[in-house]
């Protein structure tokens, strides 16, 4: 069985471009390179990942492309790059030309315009990835679900992603209108859902496996098992759980090995189009999956 993280950060900590660490995120305020990733890849068996945009630069962009040219493990990077600019073509058709540039993010959860998704500027710049074959990852919260619907029925070919549940009130327990946005856009078959940051949503200190429970079984409902992914989001899991408690979280919700086969490697490597590297073991069972 493939392994694969769908969604990890790397980077080298700069107060601006990080500023989103807060104080009582300070752990957070040091470099996290592919030297430490492999690490914890190792300690919790899973093979490959994909690593994805913290910041909003294309140095950042360049930089995880750099990583992943250093460590095999990386098979896929989710940049940044301006949806909004004039010259968003020519920035995708530049960074497509390397093979593990394989989606783009933008850290919509941060914008003051909850509507700034259906910007025709940005809209625009989201109707210029599928010629590249690039995915989106949606990181929104859940009063941004009603847009994120308008959003991705413009574009049924375009394959999207919601990052980390996008964001439920865990440690509050609120669930109840999650749960009908998270419907509402799982009707869209061209729309994912990471199982990913649902540590860091709930109590740091003191959450417990239940705490999660109604939220992932409704995913496993409404996306069924071959539209969700696992994600570590390490390091800031770190805030609340280990990496190998991330892992061990999700995989206690899941029953039966091609459950777990399809949400810990098969489907990220077929919505992210992963390619193999070096390992020719790996190869094989990758080109194997590619093919069926």
């Known amino acids: 069985m493939i392994t694969i993280d769908s969604h990890h950060h790397l980077w080298v900590y700069d107060p601006a471009a990080h500023d989103w660490i807060s104080d009582e995120m300070s752990c ?4 996290f390179t592919g030297k430490e990733l492999e690490h914890e890849l190792s300690k919790a068996n899973i093979d490959y990942c994909v690593a994805v945009q913290a910041s909003q630069t ?39 030309e390397n093979p593990s540039f394989v989606g783009v993010r933008h850290v919509l959860q941060d914008e003051q315009d909850d ?48 990052d980390h549940l996008a964001k439920p009130a865990i440690k509050a327990g609120e669930i109840d209108e999650w749960k009908k946005g998270m419907a509402k856009l799982a ?7 990471k199982l990913s940051g649902m540590v860091t949503e709930a109590d740091w200190l003191y959450w ?3 705490d999660f429970s109604p939220y992932i079984y409704h995913l496993l409902e409404i996306f069924g ?68």
């Open 28 to 31: 957070l305020r040091q470099d």
């Open 58 to 96: 294309e140095e950042e962009t360049i930089f995880l492309l750099d990583q992943a040219a250093k460590c095999d493990r990386i098979l896929g990077v989710v940049g940044w790059v301006d949806l909004c600019a004039e010259s968003v073509p020519e920035r995708l058709a530049h960074f497509s």
């Open 115 to 162: 509507a700034f998704m259906l910007r025709p500027d940005f809209v625009n710049g989201i109707a210029q990835l599928e010629q590249f074959n690039l995915t989106y990852d949606l990181l929104i919260f859940p009063r941004h679900l009603e847009n994120a619907f308008k959003l991705v029925k413009q574009f049924p070919n375009q394959k999207f992603v919601i």
């Open 187 to 193: 009707q869209c078959p061209n729309v994912y859902c």
């Open 208 to 210: 417990v496996k239940t």
């Open 225 to 292: 098992a071959d539209r969700l992914m696992f994600g570590s989001d390490w390091p800031v899991c770190t805030l609340a759980a280990s990496y190998r408690s991330v892992r061990d979280l999700l995989n206690e919700h899941l029953e039966g090995e091609l459950m777990k086969r399809k949400i810990f490697g098969e489907n990220a490597i077929r919505f992210y189009n992963l390619k193999p590297k070096q390992d020719s073991v790996q190869q094989s069972s990758i080109n194997q999956f590619t093919k069926a």
